[in-house]
């Protein structure tokens, strides 16, 4: 099986209706739709929620046990998914100068790294 995609069979998250979807890995998706159509539950409550499941299932016994149980999505399959994090946009501490990389402390790795380089 190709690793280029995640395929995701038979999702039925939240609204979500029995949905079958192959998604491109190392691509930027947009998902658009009307208020309902079940934009949030395919991005959060199913992709994100299973790809941040498998990263928690590699870390040992002890360290998960500090850790909220995750639940899996209601989804016959998703293959080719890779560890995943989410950045919440209703962050109260954001200022206008605040990104990606400083809201997730990135920026402080990518400065040593490149000092380094």
Same mark, same amino acid.
């Given at each position: ?23 491109? #890995? ?21 992709v994100y929620a299973e ?37 919440d946009q209703t ?21 040593? #790294?490149?000092?380094?380089?």
């Open positions: 099986m190709s690793h280029d995609r995640i395929r995701i069979k038979n999702a039925h998250q939240n609204n979500l209706k029995h949905l079958d979807l192959e998604l491109p #890995l190392g691509e930027l998706i947009v998902i658009t739709g009307v208020s309902g159509s079940g934009k949030s539950s395919l991005a959060f409550d199913t790809g941040q499941r498998r990263y928690v299932e590699t870390f040992s016994p002890y360290a998960r046990q500090f850790l909220d149980r995750m639940d899996r999505p209601r989804v016959d399959r998703i293959d080719g998914i890779p560890p995943a994090i989410a950045i962050n109260p501490v954001r200022t206008s100068r605040s990104t990606v990389g400083t809201m997730t402390e990135l920026n402080d790795h990518f400065k040593l #790294l490149f000092a380094r380089a």
